[in-house]
């Protein structure tokens, strides 16, 4: 059973699309996470809502929009995508604030 | 501010090898320590934590101390295999209303047969 679930695992879109990623838990857990890695591994919070509401909101530009219809899930939504989007991006997600985070297999966003 | 610093990669060693990553934190309050591995094209695993002051983890042969009075949190494996190549990443975590893991630039380990 997969813990926690992103679509897609590969996304490869050009400059100026808007793109969706999607990530699901059913580990019952409250918070949930989004982070980006750059290519040199460097890891980066960059958003985190729990029960729904945003609890984190790192500085990162505002054409990236979180949402969580539910508990479960919680979904990364792109506008105008630039070459310095490309990365991969992590969700992740965790009983409370503050408990151990659990990781999906990540995305890898490649802007072309 | 919160931070981790860890040893600059790659590491390069022979199987059965004993290993050694190092990692120093700093941190308002008393965190909670990890390291995380991640293997090629996955996610981010937990390999163990230590919640206070000397706790030991420890998971698959590897462990590491928190030793608050050295603030390092370092990573340790007597013998490693070629199976344990990954990205290591030290993380820390200070409880708030909203806490948040602050990763380390992560190491990377390649195990030679």
């Known amino acids: 059973d997969t813990a926690v679930s992103q679509t897609p695992k590969y996304l490869v879109t050009q400059m100026g699309n808007d793109k969706s990623i999607k990530c699901e838990q059913n580990?019952?857990?409250?918070?949930m996470y989004w982070y980006k890695q750059d290519s040199k591994k460097f890891l980066k919070i960059m958003f985190s809502?729990?029960?729904?509401?945003?609890?984190i909101n790192e500085t990162v530009p505002n054409r990236f929009s979180p949402k969580s219809p539910d508990k479960a899930h919680l979904n990364l939504h792109i506008n105008s995508l630039e070459l310095g989007d490309s990365a991969v991006y992590f969700c992740?997600?965790?009983?409370?604030?503050?408990?151990?985070?659990?990781f999906g297999p990540g995305t890898r966003l490649t802007v072309t | 501010g919160n931070s981790v610093t860890q040893m600059e990669g790659p590491v390069t060693l022979s199987e059965e090898a004993f290993l050694t990553i190092n990692c120093t934190y700093t941190?308002?309050?008393?965190?909670?320590l990890f390291w995380y591995v991640q293997y090629p094209g996955e996610g981010l695993q937990l390999l163990l934590k230590?919640?206070?002051?000397?706790d030991k983890g420890s998971n698959k042969g590897f462990e590491a101390t928190y030793r608050k009075e050295t603030t390092s949190f370092h990573l340790e494996k007597g013998s490693v295999q070629v199976s344990d190549s990954a990205v290591y990443f030290c993380?820390?975590?200070?409880?708030?209303?909203?806490?948040?893991?602050?990763f380390g630039s992560g190491t990377r380990l390649s195990i030679r047969p």
């Open positions: 993380a820390l975590l200070v409880r708030s209303s909203a806490s948040k893991i602050i």
């Open positions: 809502y729990n029960n729904k509401e945003l609890i």
């Open positions: 992740a997600s965790s009983q409370v604030p503050s408990g151990e985070q659990y």
């Open positions: 580990l019952g857990h409250d918070t």
């Open positions: 230590a919640t206070k002051a000397d």
């Open positions: 941190a308002t309050g008393y965190p909670s």
